[in-house]
T-cell receptor
Framework: AQKVTQAQTEISVVEKEDVTLDCVYETRDTTYYLFWYKQPPSGELVFLIR??????QNEISGRYSWNFQKSTSSFNFTITASQVVDSAVYFC???????????FGQGTELSVKP | GAVVSQHPSRVICKSGTSVKIECRSL??????MFWYRQFPKQSLMLMAT?????????EQGVEKDKFLINHASLTLSTLTVTSAHPEDSSFYIC??????????????FGAGTRLSVL
């Protein structure tokens, strides 16, 4: 079965600081996808990224970057120069199987203070 | 693109009544939708997978007679909480996967429904 661990339950930073959210997963699959979602206070989950296990190249999107390390089963998320609008709960998730059911980690609540 | 509309956003009801929550994919077709439940300060718990034209698949421990799911069209799934009780109060979120782009395997989420049962 798939499992994901987000060890940091809460992180608080001051605006403009960089912050990294950790995600460690377990899977028996050789091919899989990993996802990150953001849940702002409004409640809606916002898709951030989908990563294929074949592709170990790190990805950058604006202030967001992801470090995928298959050898350590980690898929960490870094926000550079954080902003107050980044305050949210961030969830890491691998799918159960090819049917696409997502198992969410406990989430990391990020608070960015001005 | 990839917008999922969930309605209502908030509902307050008396104990014993039934509540229906709608989940619509607005600009894509979704043969598969998912229903989640989330308690305060907790993660999302998958309740069931809604399949268009067939019965929903429920996760272990979820009462299918309590949480009725209907996926009658490619753009609409409904969750009915029957005979709601205070312990059913929670935040319910749906998601939908684009049928045409299934290999992409991305779920798009609705804004959620906050249910309060008095």
């Amino acid at each position: 079965a798939q499992k994901v661990t987000q060890a940091q339950t809460e992180i608080s930073v001051v605006e403009k600081e960089d912050v990294t959210l950790d995600c460690v997963y377990e899977t028996r699959d050789t091919t899989y996808y990993l996802f990150w979602y953001k849940q702002p206070p409004s409640g809606e989950l916002v898709f951030l990224i989908r990563r294929n296990s074949f592709d170990e190249q790190n990805e950058i999107s604006g202030r967001y970057s992801w470090n995928f390390q298959k050898s350590t089963s980690s898929f960490n998320f870094t926000i550079t120069a954080s902003q107050v609008v980044d305050s949210a709960v961030y969830f890491c998730a691998p799918p159960y199987n090819q049917g696409g059911k997502l198992i969410f980690g406990q989430g990391t609540e990020l608070s960015v203070k001005p | 693109g990839a917008v999922v509309s969930q309605h209502p956003s908030r509902v307050i009801c008396k104990s014993g009544t039934s509540v229906k929550i709608e989940c619509r994919s607005l600009d894509f077709q979704a043969t598969t939708m998912f229903w989640y439940r989330q308690f305060p300060k907790q993660s999302l718990m998958l309740m069931a997978t809604s399949n268009e034209g067939s019965k929903a698949t429920y996760e272990q421990g979820v009462e299918k007679d309590k949480f009725l799911i209907n996926h009658a069209s490619l753009t609409l799934s409904t969750l009915t909480v029957t005979s709601a009780h205070p312990e059913d109060s929670s935040f319910y979120i749906c998601s939908a996967r684009d049928s045409v782009r299934e290999t992409v395997n991305i779920q798009y989420f609705g804004a959620g429904t906050r249910l309060s049962v008095l």
